[in-house]
Protein backbone atom coordinates (compact mmCIF):
# COMPACT_ATOMS: atom_id res chain seq x y z
CA UNK A 1 0.00 0.00 0.00
CA UNK A 2 2.90 2.18 -0.03
CA UNK A 3 2.81 4.17 -3.20
CA UNK A 4 4.36 8.00 -3.56
CA UNK A 5 2.55 11.14 -1.54
CA UNK A 6 1.67 12.71 -5.13
CA UNK A 7 -0.74 10.13 -5.78
CA UNK A 8 -3.86 11.65 -7.81
CA UNK A 9 -7.28 11.44 -5.95
CA UNK A 10 -8.43 8.86 -8.49
CA UNK A 11 -6.11 6.49 -7.21
CA UNK A 12 -7.00 6.97 -3.63
CA UNK A 13 -9.49 4.31 -3.79
CA UNK A 14 -7.37 1.67 -4.50
CA UNK A 15 -5.33 2.07 -1.71
CA UNK A 16 -7.85 2.48 0.93
CA UNK A 17 -8.24 4.46 4.41
CA UNK A 18 -5.96 4.87 7.19
CA UNK A 19 -7.38 4.89 10.69
CA UNK A 20 -4.90 5.90 13.57
CA UNK A 21 -5.85 4.67 17.14
CA UNK A 22 -7.79 1.21 17.49
CA UNK A 23 -10.19 1.95 20.34
CA UNK A 24 -14.00 2.18 20.24
CA UNK A 25 -13.73 5.51 17.74
CA UNK A 26 -11.05 3.58 15.23
CA UNK A 27 -13.01 0.29 15.27
CA UNK A 28 -16.34 2.17 14.41
CA UNK A 29 -14.27 4.18 11.44
CA UNK A 30 -13.11 0.87 10.56
CA UNK A 31 -16.06 -1.03 10.41
CA UNK A 32 -18.32 1.41 8.57
CA UNK A 33 -15.28 1.99 5.82
CA UNK A 34 -15.27 -1.67 5.39
CA UNK A 35 -18.96 -1.94 4.98
CA UNK A 36 -18.48 0.39 2.13
CA UNK A 37 -15.81 -1.85 0.53
CA UNK A 38 -13.12 0.38 1.48
CA UNK A 39 -9.84 -1.36 2.33
CA UNK A 40 -8.81 -0.26 5.89
CA UNK A 41 -5.07 -0.36 7.36
CA UNK A 42 -5.29 0.50 11.09
CA UNK A 43 -2.16 1.29 12.87
CA UNK A 44 -2.29 0.84 16.81
CA UNK A 45 0.50 1.94 19.02
CA UNK A 46 0.39 -0.55 21.90
CA UNK A 47 1.53 -4.07 21.29
CA UNK A 48 -2.85 -5.04 21.95
CA UNK A 49 -5.67 -3.11 20.40
CA UNK A 50 -8.29 -1.57 22.18
CA UNK A 51 -6.99 1.55 23.70
CA UNK A 52 -8.79 2.86 26.96
CA UNK A 53 -12.34 1.82 25.19
CA UNK A 54 -11.41 -2.15 26.09
CA UNK A 55 -11.34 -0.91 29.83
CA UNK A 56 -14.95 1.54 30.18
CA UNK A 57 -17.15 -0.33 32.28
CA UNK A 58 -20.41 1.76 32.99
CA UNK A 59 -21.83 1.87 29.69
CA UNK A 60 -22.61 3.66 26.46
CA UNK A 61 -25.94 5.93 26.46
CA UNK A 62 -28.48 5.94 24.10
CA UNK A 63 -32.20 7.08 23.83
CA UNK A 64 -34.89 5.54 22.79
CA UNK A 65 -33.63 2.14 22.39
CA UNK A 66 -35.48 -1.19 22.42
CA UNK A 67 -34.32 -1.18 26.25
CA UNK A 68 -35.34 2.73 26.78
CA UNK A 69 -38.15 2.80 24.50
CA UNK A 70 -38.60 6.59 26.45
CA UNK A 71 -38.57 9.30 24.02
CA UNK A 72 -35.94 11.15 25.82
CA UNK A 73 -35.44 15.06 24.80
CA UNK A 74 -33.98 15.19 27.96
CA UNK A 75 -30.50 13.89 26.91
CA UNK A 76 -29.98 17.04 24.53
CA UNK A 77 -30.85 19.61 27.61
CA UNK A 78 -28.85 17.01 30.08
CA UNK A 79 -25.46 17.01 27.89
CA UNK A 80 -25.84 21.37 27.49
CA UNK A 81 -26.14 20.98 31.45
CA UNK A 82 -22.91 18.95 31.91
CA UNK A 83 -21.28 21.24 29.56
CA UNK A 84 -21.47 24.62 31.29
CA UNK A 85 -20.26 27.72 31.42
CA UNK A 86 -18.21 25.88 27.91
CA UNK A 87 -21.18 26.46 26.04
CA UNK A 88 -21.34 30.38 26.00
CA UNK A 89 -18.15 30.51 23.30
CA UNK A 90 -18.86 28.74 19.90
CA UNK A 91 -22.40 28.13 21.27
CA UNK A 92 -23.71 27.39 17.79
CA UNK A 93 -20.74 24.67 17.18
CA UNK A 94 -21.51 23.31 19.98
CA UNK A 95 -25.06 22.91 19.57
CA UNK A 96 -24.73 20.98 16.30
CA UNK A 97 -22.19 18.58 17.74
CA UNK A 98 -24.04 17.57 20.99
CA UNK A 99 -27.31 17.05 18.68
CA UNK A 100 -25.61 15.08 16.37
CA UNK A 101 -24.22 13.14 19.39
CA UNK A 102 -27.54 12.86 21.09
CA UNK A 103 -30.27 12.30 18.05
CA UNK A 104 -27.57 9.62 16.64
CA UNK A 105 -27.76 7.59 20.04
CA UNK A 106 -30.03 5.69 19.42
CA UNK A 107 -28.99 4.40 16.44
CA UNK A 108 -25.70 3.91 17.52
CA UNK A 109 -26.79 1.22 20.16
CA UNK A 110 -29.10 -0.16 17.40
CA UNK A 111 -26.25 -0.68 15.41
CA UNK A 112 -24.06 -2.21 18.07
CA UNK A 113 -26.92 -4.29 19.34
CA UNK A 114 -28.62 -5.27 16.30
CA UNK A 115 -26.01 -5.00 13.67
CA UNK A 116 -22.93 -6.38 15.97
CA UNK A 117 -25.10 -8.55 17.91
CA UNK A 118 -23.65 -7.03 21.17
CA UNK A 119 -25.45 -7.46 24.57
CA UNK A 120 -26.99 -3.79 25.89
CA UNK A 121 -29.72 -4.97 27.55
CA UNK A 122 -29.32 -3.61 31.02
CA UNK A 123 -29.65 0.49 31.40
CA UNK A 124 -28.77 2.19 34.33
CA UNK A 125 -29.00 5.90 35.44
CA UNK A 126 -25.54 7.80 36.05
CA UNK A 127 -24.67 11.37 37.48
CA UNK A 128 -26.24 14.06 35.20
CA UNK A 129 -29.18 12.14 33.66
CA UNK A 130 -32.51 12.99 34.52
CA UNK A 131 -33.64 8.97 32.94
CA UNK A 132 -31.58 5.74 32.75
CA UNK A 133 -29.89 5.73 29.41
CA UNK A 134 -26.85 4.09 29.89
CA UNK A 135 -26.27 0.39 28.50
CA UNK A 136 -24.36 -2.38 29.58
CA UNK A 137 -24.67 -5.98 29.04
CA UNK A 138 -26.72 -8.49 31.23
CA UNK A 139 -22.89 -10.62 31.35
CA UNK A 140 -19.92 -10.51 33.99
CA UNK A 141 -17.87 -8.75 30.80
CA UNK A 142 -18.03 -4.94 31.38
CA UNK A 143 -19.00 -3.34 28.16
CA UNK A 144 -15.85 -1.45 26.72
CA UNK A 145 -14.49 -5.32 26.58
CA UNK A 146 -17.68 -6.97 24.80
CA UNK A 147 -17.74 -4.08 22.01
CA UNK A 148 -14.36 -3.77 21.29
CA UNK A 149 -13.81 -7.58 21.07
CA UNK A 150 -16.62 -7.98 18.72
CA UNK A 151 -16.29 -5.52 16.74
CA UNK A 152 -12.08 -6.66 16.57
CA UNK A 153 -13.27 -9.89 15.23
CA UNK A 154 -15.51 -8.70 13.01
CA UNK A 155 -13.06 -6.65 11.53
CA UNK A 156 -10.54 -9.56 11.34
CA UNK A 157 -12.57 -11.84 9.53
CA UNK A 158 -12.61 -9.01 6.75
CA UNK A 159 -10.31 -9.21 3.71
CA UNK A 160 -10.38 -5.68 3.35
CA UNK A 161 -8.96 -4.79 6.88
CA UNK A 162 -5.04 -4.93 7.70
CA UNK A 163 -4.08 -4.04 11.38
CA UNK A 164 -0.62 -3.24 12.41
CA UNK A 165 -0.09 -3.21 16.38
CA UNK A 166 3.21 -1.41 17.70
CA UNK A 167 3.34 0.82 15.28
CA UNK A 168 3.15 4.69 16.20
CA UNK A 169 1.80 7.29 13.80
CA UNK A 170 5.09 10.57 14.07
CA UNK A 171 3.72 12.49 11.13
CA UNK A 172 0.04 13.27 8.98
CA UNK A 173 1.74 14.05 5.42
CA UNK A 174 0.22 16.70 3.00
CA UNK A 175 0.08 16.95 -0.68
CA UNK A 176 -0.50 20.47 -0.83
CA UNK A 177 -3.61 21.32 1.76
CA UNK A 178 -4.66 17.77 1.64
CA UNK A 179 -4.35 15.27 3.86
CA UNK A 180 -2.43 11.73 1.65
CA UNK A 181 -1.13 9.48 4.87
CA UNK A 182 0.61 9.55 7.43
CA UNK A 183 4.21 8.81 8.61
CA UNK A 184 5.06 5.93 10.90
CA UNK A 185 7.72 3.66 13.18
CA UNK A 186 7.33 0.55 14.12
CA UNK A 187 9.18 -1.95 16.55
CA UNK A 188 12.47 -1.66 14.69
CA UNK A 189 11.82 2.18 14.75
CA UNK A 190 12.42 2.15 10.92
CA UNK A 191 9.79 5.34 9.56
CA UNK A 192 7.54 4.29 6.85
CA UNK A 193 4.41 5.83 4.84
CA UNK A 194 1.62 5.01 3.45
CA UNK A 195 -1.17 6.83 1.64
CA UNK A 196 -4.31 7.97 1.41
CA UNK A 197 -7.16 9.74 3.29
CA UNK A 198 -6.58 9.27 6.92
CA UNK A 199 -9.41 9.37 10.33
CA UNK A 200 -7.22 10.14 13.44
CA UNK A 201 -9.43 8.22 16.02
CA UNK A 202 -5.93 8.47 18.82
CA UNK A 203 -7.41 9.28 21.85
CA UNK A 204 -6.76 11.76 24.81
CA UNK A 205 -4.11 12.86 27.05
CA UNK A 206 -4.90 12.06 30.06
CA UNK A 207 -2.04 9.61 30.56
CA UNK A 208 0.27 12.30 29.63
CA UNK A 209 0.75 13.52 32.73
CA UNK A 210 4.50 15.34 32.06
CA UNK A 211 3.60 16.31 28.78
CA UNK A 212 0.53 17.89 27.82
CA UNK A 213 -1.26 17.98 31.28
CA UNK A 214 1.59 19.83 32.42
CA UNK A 215 1.12 22.12 28.90
CA UNK A 216 -2.46 22.59 29.43
CA UNK A 217 -3.23 22.02 33.21
CA UNK A 218 -0.23 22.83 35.19
CA UNK A 219 -1.93 22.37 38.94
CA UNK A 220 -2.36 18.11 37.32
CA UNK A 221 1.41 18.02 36.05
CA UNK A 222 2.53 14.34 37.75
CA UNK A 223 -1.23 12.65 38.33
CA UNK A 224 -1.42 9.41 38.14
CA UNK A 225 -4.10 8.23 35.50
CA UNK A 226 -6.83 5.42 34.65
CA UNK A 227 -5.55 5.69 31.18
CA UNK A 228 -1.74 4.20 29.94
CA UNK A 229 1.20 6.53 30.71
CA UNK A 230 1.56 7.60 26.90
CA UNK A 231 2.40 10.96 24.95
CA UNK A 232 -1.20 12.37 23.88
CA UNK A 233 -1.48 13.01 19.73
CA UNK A 234 -2.96 16.11 19.63
CA UNK A 235 0.50 17.93 18.04
CA UNK A 236 0.29 15.68 14.99
CA UNK A 237 -3.05 17.37 14.40
CA UNK A 238 -1.75 21.03 15.34
CA UNK A 239 1.66 20.63 12.97
CA UNK A 240 -0.81 20.67 9.79
CA UNK A 241 -3.15 23.59 11.20
CA UNK A 242 -5.92 21.59 13.17
CA UNK A 243 -7.77 23.92 15.97
CA UNK A 244 -7.60 23.17 19.18
CA UNK A 245 -11.23 23.83 21.51
CA UNK A 246 -11.11 22.97 25.58
CA UNK A 247 -7.66 21.85 26.30
CA UNK A 248 -7.92 22.41 29.87
CA UNK A 249 -11.26 20.86 30.47
CA UNK A 250 -10.19 17.72 32.13
CA UNK A 251 -12.52 15.05 34.42
CA UNK A 252 -10.37 13.86 37.55
CA UNK A 253 -11.99 10.57 39.18
CA UNK A 254 -11.35 11.36 43.01
CA UNK A 255 -11.20 7.48 43.33
CA UNK A 256 -8.83 5.78 41.75
CA UNK A 257 -7.10 2.28 44.03
CA UNK A 258 -3.54 3.05 44.79
CA UNK A 259 -1.77 -1.29 44.24
CA UNK A 260 -0.29 -2.16 47.77
CA UNK A 261 1.76 -4.21 45.27
CA UNK A 262 2.77 -1.05 43.44
CA UNK A 263 1.82 2.51 45.03
CA UNK A 264 3.85 4.03 42.67
CA UNK A 265 2.44 3.34 39.73
CA UNK A 266 1.25 6.35 37.35
CA UNK A 267 -1.26 3.86 35.82
CA UNK A 268 -4.41 3.35 38.60
CA UNK A 269 -7.45 1.01 38.24
CA UNK A 270 -10.20 3.24 39.16
CA UNK A 271 -12.41 2.76 41.90
CA UNK A 272 -15.92 2.69 41.15
CA UNK A 273 -18.75 5.56 42.31
CA UNK A 274 -20.95 2.27 42.83
CA UNK A 275 -18.74 1.09 46.08
CA UNK A 276 -19.70 4.83 47.60
CA UNK A 277 -23.17 4.81 46.17
CA UNK A 278 -23.90 1.77 48.19
CA UNK A 279 -22.38 2.96 51.72
CA UNK A 280 -19.34 3.39 51.61
CA UNK A 281 -17.10 6.06 53.60
CA UNK A 282 -13.72 7.70 52.70
CA UNK A 283 -10.95 8.70 55.83
CA UNK A 284 -8.30 11.06 55.64
CA UNK A 285 -5.81 10.21 58.13
CA UNK A 286 -8.57 8.25 59.89
CA UNK A 287 -11.29 11.34 59.82
CA UNK A 288 -13.97 11.32 57.43
CA UNK A 289 -13.43 14.56 55.43
CA UNK A 290 -17.17 15.13 53.03
CA UNK A 291 -19.85 13.73 52.31
CA UNK A 292 -19.23 10.61 50.18
CA UNK A 293 -21.29 11.43 47.70
CA UNK A 294 -20.88 14.83 46.72
CA UNK A 295 -19.70 15.58 42.74
CA UNK A 296 -16.62 13.97 42.14
CA UNK A 297 -15.29 17.80 41.84
CA UNK A 298 -16.13 18.68 45.21
CA UNK A 299 -14.70 15.42 46.78
CA UNK A 300 -11.47 15.63 44.88
CA UNK A 301 -10.78 19.38 45.52
CA UNK A 302 -11.38 18.12 49.68
CA UNK A 303 -8.54 15.52 48.88
CA UNK A 304 -6.35 17.88 47.25
CA UNK A 305 -6.70 20.45 49.96
CA UNK A 306 -4.36 18.24 52.04
CA UNK A 307 -1.17 18.00 50.84
CA UNK A 308 -0.26 14.94 48.92
CA UNK A 309 1.58 12.01 50.86
CA UNK A 310 4.00 11.23 47.27
CA UNK A 311 4.94 13.59 44.75
CA UNK A 312 5.94 10.95 42.05
CA UNK A 313 2.96 10.02 40.92
CA UNK A 314 1.39 13.24 43.00
CA UNK A 315 -1.30 11.23 45.24
CA UNK A 316 -2.76 10.98 47.99
CA UNK A 317 -3.26 8.30 51.05
CA UNK A 318 -7.30 7.93 51.04
CA UNK A 319 -9.15 5.13 52.73
CA UNK A 320 -12.30 3.59 51.22
CA UNK A 321 -13.97 1.76 54.11
CA UNK A 322 -17.01 -0.79 53.27
CA UNK A 323 -18.94 -2.92 55.31
CA UNK A 324 -21.00 -6.66 54.81
CA UNK A 325 -23.67 -4.72 53.59
CA UNK A 326 -21.65 -2.92 51.13
CA UNK A 327 -20.00 -5.83 50.17
CA UNK A 328 -23.35 -7.55 49.68
CA UNK A 329 -24.61 -5.15 47.56
CA UNK A 330 -21.67 -4.31 45.47
CA UNK A 331 -20.56 -8.29 46.01
CA UNK A 332 -18.99 -8.64 42.00
CA UNK A 333 -17.17 -5.33 42.21
CA UNK A 334 -15.24 -5.94 45.35
CA UNK A 335 -14.76 -9.78 44.33
CA UNK A 336 -12.89 -8.34 41.52
CA UNK A 337 -10.79 -5.89 43.47
CA UNK A 338 -9.77 -8.12 46.13
CA UNK A 339 -9.00 -10.81 43.66
CA UNK A 340 -6.77 -8.22 42.23
CA UNK A 341 -5.06 -7.07 45.49
CA UNK A 342 -6.57 -3.92 45.19
CA UNK A 343 -8.87 -4.34 48.90
CA UNK A 344 -8.55 -6.39 51.95
CA UNK A 345 -10.70 -8.01 54.09
CA UNK A 346 -10.17 -7.03 57.19
CA UNK A 347 -10.94 -5.84 60.83
CA UNK A 348 -11.21 -1.90 62.01
CA UNK A 349 -8.31 -2.08 64.33
CA UNK A 350 -5.95 -2.27 60.87
CA UNK A 351 -7.32 1.48 60.33
CA UNK A 352 -6.03 2.87 63.85
CA UNK A 353 -8.10 4.21 67.33
CA UNK A 354 -9.11 7.32 65.31
CA UNK A 355 -10.85 5.93 62.24
CA UNK A 356 -12.45 3.71 64.94
CA UNK A 357 -14.52 6.93 66.06
CA UNK A 358 -14.81 7.88 62.77
CA UNK A 359 -16.63 4.61 61.40
CA UNK A 360 -19.04 4.61 64.59
CA UNK A 361 -19.68 8.15 63.60
CA UNK A 362 -20.76 6.99 60.84
CA UNK A 363 -23.04 4.27 61.41
CA UNK A 364 -24.77 6.15 64.08
CA UNK A 365 -25.74 8.61 61.39
CA UNK A 366 -26.18 5.09 59.19
CA UNK A 367 -29.06 3.89 61.48
CA UNK A 368 -30.03 7.03 62.32
CA UNK A 369 -29.17 7.28 66.04
CA UNK A 370 -27.27 10.93 65.42
CA UNK A 371 -27.38 13.14 62.12
CA UNK A 372 -24.42 13.24 60.28
CA UNK A 373 -21.77 15.96 60.55
CA UNK A 374 -20.61 15.80 57.26
CA UNK A 375 -24.69 16.18 56.27
CA UNK A 376 -24.75 12.55 54.17
CA UNK A 377 -28.10 11.83 54.48
CA UNK A 378 -28.13 8.74 51.99
CA UNK A 379 -26.44 5.16 53.85
CA UNK A 380 -27.82 2.95 51.12
CA UNK A 381 -26.25 -0.88 51.94
CA UNK A 382 -24.43 0.01 55.67
CA UNK A 383 -25.46 -1.95 57.91
CA UNK A 384 -22.83 -2.35 60.92
CA UNK A 385 -24.00 -0.90 64.15
CA UNK A 386 -22.07 -2.42 66.49
CA UNK A 387 -18.78 -0.87 65.81
CA UNK A 388 -15.94 -2.63 67.23
CA UNK A 389 -12.13 -3.05 66.64
CA UNK A 390 -12.87 -6.23 65.41
CA UNK A 391 -15.94 -5.59 63.14
CA UNK A 392 -15.17 -6.94 59.68
CA UNK A 393 -14.71 -4.51 57.24
CA UNK A 394 -13.14 -4.14 53.20
CA UNK A 395 -10.48 -1.34 52.32
CA UNK A 396 -8.82 -0.24 49.86
CA UNK A 397 -6.84 2.91 49.40
CA UNK A 398 -7.58 5.41 46.44
CA UNK A 399 -6.20 8.60 45.40
CA UNK A 400 -7.71 11.43 42.47
CA UNK A 401 -6.47 10.00 39.26
CA UNK A 402 -6.73 12.28 35.52
CA UNK A 403 -10.12 10.03 33.64
CA UNK A 404 -10.66 11.82 30.78
CA UNK A 405 -9.72 15.09 28.73
CA UNK A 406 -12.31 16.88 27.17
CA UNK A 407 -10.15 18.93 24.91
CA UNK A 408 -9.07 17.82 21.45
CA UNK A 409 -9.06 18.80 17.72
CA UNK A 410 -12.26 20.49 16.15
CA UNK A 411 -14.22 18.82 14.80
CA UNK A 412 -17.60 19.45 12.64
CA UNK A 413 -21.29 17.18 12.89
CA UNK A 414 -19.36 15.61 9.53
CA UNK A 415 -16.66 14.76 11.78
CA UNK A 416 -14.03 16.66 9.43
CA UNK A 417 -11.25 18.16 11.32
CA UNK A 418 -10.94 22.32 11.17
CA UNK A 419 -8.34 24.76 11.15
CA UNK A 420 -8.52 28.31 12.74
CA UNK A 421 -11.64 29.95 10.83
CA UNK A 422 -13.19 26.71 10.75
CA UNK A 423 -11.75 25.47 7.10
CA UNK A 424 -12.22 21.94 7.10
CA UNK A 425 -8.62 20.40 6.42
CA UNK A 426 -9.16 17.99 3.33
CA UNK A 427 -8.82 14.42 3.63
CA UNK A 428 -8.54 14.33 7.42
CA UNK A 429 -11.21 13.21 9.76
CA UNK A 430 -11.43 12.75 13.68
CA UNK A 431 -13.62 11.01 16.38
CA UNK A 432 -13.53 9.94 20.09
CA UNK A 433 -11.49 11.53 22.65
CA UNK A 434 -8.74 13.41 20.53
CA UNK A 435 -11.58 15.69 19.58
CA UNK A 436 -12.77 18.67 21.59
CA UNK A 437 -15.86 20.32 22.27
CA UNK A 438 -18.45 17.94 22.02
CA UNK A 439 -18.70 17.66 25.85
CA UNK A 440 -17.97 20.81 26.93
CA UNK A 441 -16.54 21.36 30.61
CA UNK A 442 -18.23 17.87 31.81
CA UNK A 443 -18.67 14.63 30.14
CA UNK A 444 -21.75 12.79 30.86
CA UNK A 445 -20.60 9.34 32.01
CA UNK A 446 -21.63 7.09 28.88
CA UNK A 447 -21.03 9.70 26.28
CA UNK A 448 -17.81 9.04 25.50
CA UNK A 449 -18.43 5.40 24.34
CA UNK A 450 -21.30 6.90 22.41
CA UNK A 451 -19.32 9.86 20.36
CA UNK A 452 -16.58 7.19 19.61
CA UNK A 453 -19.27 4.92 17.89
CA UNK A 454 -21.52 8.32 16.75
CA UNK A 455 -18.39 10.50 14.96
CA UNK A 456 -16.06 7.10 14.24
CA UNK A 457 -19.34 5.94 12.04
CA UNK A 458 -19.79 9.56 10.68
CA UNK A 459 -16.12 9.76 9.74
CA UNK A 460 -15.86 6.42 8.11
CA UNK A 461 -18.95 7.22 5.89
CA UNK A 462 -17.46 10.44 5.01
CA UNK A 463 -13.94 8.88 4.35
CA UNK A 464 -15.71 6.72 2.33
CA UNK A 465 -17.99 9.16 -0.09
CA UNK A 466 -14.10 11.00 -0.28
CA UNK A 467 -12.86 8.40 -2.14
CA UNK A 468 -13.98 7.25 -5.78
CA UNK A 469 -16.20 4.50 -5.91
C1 LIG B 1 -11.24 2.94 33.32
C2 LIG B 1 -12.10 3.69 32.37
C3 LIG B 1 -13.47 3.48 32.37
C4 LIG B 1 -14.29 4.19 31.47
N1 LIG B 1 -15.63 3.92 31.43
C5 LIG B 1 -16.40 4.55 30.50
C6 LIG B 1 -17.77 4.20 30.34
O1 LIG B 1 -18.28 3.31 31.02
N2 LIG B 1 -18.50 4.86 29.40
C7 LIG B 1 -17.96 5.83 28.59
O2 LIG B 1 -18.67 6.37 27.76
N3 LIG B 1 -16.66 6.15 28.70
C8 LIG B 1 -15.86 5.53 29.62
N4 LIG B 1 -14.54 5.83 29.71
C9 LIG B 1 -13.97 6.75 28.72
C10 LIG B 1 -13.84 6.04 27.39
O3 LIG B 1 -13.50 4.69 27.58
C11 LIG B 1 -12.79 6.67 26.48
O4 LIG B 1 -12.86 8.04 26.53
C12 LIG B 1 -13.01 6.24 25.05
O5 LIG B 1 -13.05 4.86 25.00
C13 LIG B 1 -11.94 6.79 24.13
O6 LIG B 1 -12.00 6.05 22.93
P1 LIG B 1 -11.07 6.44 21.70
O7 LIG B 1 -11.32 5.44 20.65
O8 LIG B 1 -11.24 7.87 21.40
O9 LIG B 1 -9.60 6.30 22.31
P2 LIG B 1 -8.87 5.02 22.91
O10 LIG B 1 -9.82 3.92 23.23
O11 LIG B 1 -8.00 5.49 24.01
O12 LIG B 1 -8.01 4.52 21.68
C14 LIG B 1 -7.01 5.33 21.12
C15 LIG B 1 -5.94 4.42 20.56
O13 LIG B 1 -5.06 5.17 19.73
C16 LIG B 1 -3.75 4.68 19.92
N5 LIG B 1 -2.81 5.73 19.51
C17 LIG B 1 -2.61 6.94 20.10
N6 LIG B 1 -1.68 7.63 19.42
C18 LIG B 1 -1.26 6.85 18.40
C19 LIG B 1 -0.30 7.02 17.37
N7 LIG B 1 0.43 8.13 17.25
N8 LIG B 1 -0.12 6.01 16.48
C20 LIG B 1 -0.85 4.86 16.59
N9 LIG B 1 -1.77 4.65 17.56
C21 LIG B 1 -1.99 5.63 18.45
C22 LIG B 1 -3.70 4.38 21.41
O14 LIG B 1 -2.64 3.49 21.72
C23 LIG B 1 -5.08 3.79 21.65
O15 LIG B 1 -5.09 2.39 21.51
C24 LIG B 1 -13.71 5.13 30.59
C25 LIG B 1 -12.33 5.34 30.59
C26 LIG B 1 -11.52 4.62 31.45
C27 LIG B 1 -10.04 4.85 31.41
Redesign the pocket.
Known amino acids: MATPSALPAQNLARSGAIV????????SAASQLISHNVPVQL????AK?????????????GAPTKYQPVSDDAFYTDTVKSAGKAMAAMTAHRETLISTLTNSSSAAVSWLVDTNGIDLSKVAQLGGHSFPR?H?GAGQTP??ASIVTTLLKALQGSPLFQLQTS????KVLQTGPRVTGVE?ACENGEKKELHGPVIF????F?GDAEGMLAQYRPDLAGYPS???P?PG?QP?LTAIGAQLLDMDLVQVHPTGFVDPANPSSPLK??AAEVLRGEGGLLLLDGKRFIDELETRENITNAITAHPPTSKTPRQWTVQLVLDEGVYSAAKSHIDFYVWKGLMKKTKISDLGAEALDSIRQFANAASGKNADPLHRTAFANWTLTDVAPESVVYIGTVTPVV??TMGGVLINEKAEVLKEGGERIEGLWA????TGGVHGGN?L??????E?VVF?RIAGSQCSGYLPA
Open positions: VGSGLAGLLERSPGGNSIKASSGINTRPGCTVTYAAGGATNDRTLFLHFAGEVRGGSSLLCG
